[in-house]
C-alpha cells in the first residue's frame, strides 16, 4: 500500500467524521439528554455563594481564635472546648435558619460547622485527656442529632418561608 492510497484514506474517513456545511450533524437521542435543563450561574448567585465562602473562612478564623486563646491560656482548656462545640452547633443552627432558596450557603455554613466541629474532636481526643472516647462519641451524637433537628425543622416548612 502506497502513501496515496493511505492519504486518500484519511481523507475520506475524515470527511465522513466531520461534518460539513451541507451535511448536518445527526440529533442526538433523547435518552442522551440531560434530565433536568443546566441552570446558568448569575453574576448575583456567584456573588451570594463569594460572600458565603468569605463568611465561612471568617467562622474558621473564629475556631482558630478560640484554639489560639485556649493553649494562650486566656481560656481554660475545658472552657476552650466547650465553647469551641457551642460555635460549631451555632455554624450548623445558622445553616438551618437560612431559606430554603439558600441551598450553595446553607451546604457551605454545613461544612464549616463540620470542619470546625471533626477539627475541634480529633485534635481534643488525640492530644488532651479531656476527651475520652465515649465523651467525643457522646460529643459526635449530639452534634448529628442537631442537625437532623435543624433539617427536620426545615423540612416542615413551606417552601417559601425563612
Known amino acids: 500500500m502506497n502513501s496515496s492510497a493511505v492519504y486518500r484514506g484519511s481523507n475520506r ?3 465522513l467524521i466531520t461534518p460539513t456545511p451541507e451535511q448536518p450533524r445527526p440529533a442526538q437521542s433523547d ?3 440531560p434530565a433536568l435543563p443546566a441552570t446558568p450561574l448569575h453574576a448575583a448567585s456567584i456573588g451570594s455563594i463569594f460572600g458565603s465562602v468569605a463568611k465561612a473562612v471568617l467562622g474558621l478564623a473564629g475556631a482558630y481564635l478560640l484554639r ?3 493553649e494562650a491560656g ?4 475545658t472552657a ?3 465553647t469551641a462545640f457551642a460555635y460549631s452547633l451555632t455554624w450548623i443552627v445558622v445553616a ?18 463540620s470542619i470546625i466541629f471533626l477539627g475541634l474532636v480529633w485534635e481534643n481526643a488525640v492530644r488532651s485527656p479531656l476527651l ?3 465523651i467525643a462519641a457522646l460529643l459526635i451524637v449530639v452534634y448529628l442529632a442537631t442537625g437532623y433537628l435543624v433539617a427536620w425543622q426545615q423540612l416542615d416548612q413551606p417552601p417559601g418561608a425563612c
Request: proline share 8%; hydrophobic share 40%; no cysteine.
Open 13 to 15: 474517513l475524515m470527511s
Open 31 to 33: 435518552s442522551l439528554q
Open 68 to 70: 489560639a486563646g485556649s
Open 74 to 77: 486566656w481560656l481554660p482548656h
Open 80 to 82: 476552650g472546648v466547650l
Open 96 to 113: 438551618g435558619k437560612l431559606p430554603r432558596r439558600d441551598h450553595a450557603t446553607s451546604t457551605i455554613f454545613t461544612v464549616t460547622a
Open 132 to 134: 475520652q472516647p465515649r
